[in-house]
């Protein structure tokens, strides 16, 4: 027997929100930290479509083929955010490939678990289905099993957050929004997994975790398509950059300022925390002598400029610089102003 509810159709928009954000961040692949963020919202769509079809059959094993299928998605969230956060703080761990099989066991071992589940008995207990506002839900006891999966998920959400919070505190006000929109997002699931874990959803039986996806989609799609999440990443940055005499402004792959010390600051005349995330061309607006061309030259390129002000004339040796990027790719370009 079919049945509905009008919370399903949350989770469909929260699956609807994490494919569109997989599209998003695909046309930024080569971003470091894409291919999880990727991974990551597969593993919610994963888990909100089969949280939806699950409920919709007044059937025990219809709902519990379902609750099994959410797995492949469960499985992938708390790994994928955890892989996210060491990318793109550039952790030294990121690129040391022998940290993924170890990352890579839980979730498979959690699969073989949850489906040999009747011959063991390690993962639930007692299935059956109850009422619940109208509905007959799936009902059981969690065994040892889930416990530890949980343990070991929330182990990997909270260290991954804990560190995007360490690293990008030290940066500027633009990457805090970033990380802070992202964290916002990544939290409403969880909420609404612990309300439901701890027995205190207006909905007994019915997973919430789904519907806080659905606020986290809004929030990644805001990340990526206002605040440049996976275009304008973080910088390493050092005392030495910071004290340099001449002006460094580096730009990302888009041609948008990442990053600029001191030195270029005040050369440019710009105030503390601005520039970061606008063109090249609005940052270097009256330096009509660097043209478009000279910014975004595939080879180094020498330019001298004669400034005027109240102070007088001076001039400046501008030098850019591609980066090297990714597989070959554009990495962007490095500005100096000396």
Partial sequence: MWQ??????INLIAAGLAAF??????????????????????????????????PLRSDLSWQLFWANTTYFGVGLVPTCWMLFALKYTAHPRAHDRRMYLPLSIEPILVLILVWTNDAHMLFRSDMQLVESSGLLLLTATRGPAFWLHTAYAYTLLISGSLLLIWHVS?????????????????????????????????????????????????????????????????????????????????????????????????????????????????????????????????TEVSVEIERHDSAGSRCFDVRVSPLPGRDNQDGGRLNCLA
Avoid: K
């Avoid at 509905?4 to 159709?9: E, N």
């Avoid at 992202?182 to 939290?187: A, K, M, Q």
């Avoid at 730009?251 to 005040?266: F, K």
């Fill in 4 to 9: 509905l509810h009008p919370l399903f159709t």
């Fill in 21 to 54: 954000t997989i599209a998003v961040a695909a046309r930024r692949h080569s971003t470091p930290g894409a291919s999880a963020l990727i991974a990551l919202m597969l593993g919610v769509t994963l888990w909100s479509l089969a949280s939806t079809l699950g």
């Fill in 170 to 298: 030290r940066m500027r006000r633009l990457y805090r929004l970033q990380v802070g929109t992202l964290l916002i997002g990544i939290s409403a699931p969880w909420i609404g997994n612990i309300i439901f874990l701890s027995g205190m959803s207006p909905l007994p039986n019915l997973d919430l975790t789904p519907m806080g996806f659905a606020i986290s989609g809004l929030a990644l799609v805001w990340d990526l398509r206002r605040l440049g999440l996976l275009d304008i990443l973080p910088v390493a940055r050092d005392t030495l950059i910071e004290q340099m005499v001449d002006g460094v402004v580096v730009l990302d792959q888009r041609g948008r300022v990442v990053d600029l010390n001191h030195a270029a600051r005040t050369t440019l005349g710009l105030p503390v925390g601005a520039a970061i995330g606008e063109p090249a061309q609005q940052v270097f607006a009256s330096w009509p002598q660097l043209t478009e061309r000279h910014l975004y030259q595939a």
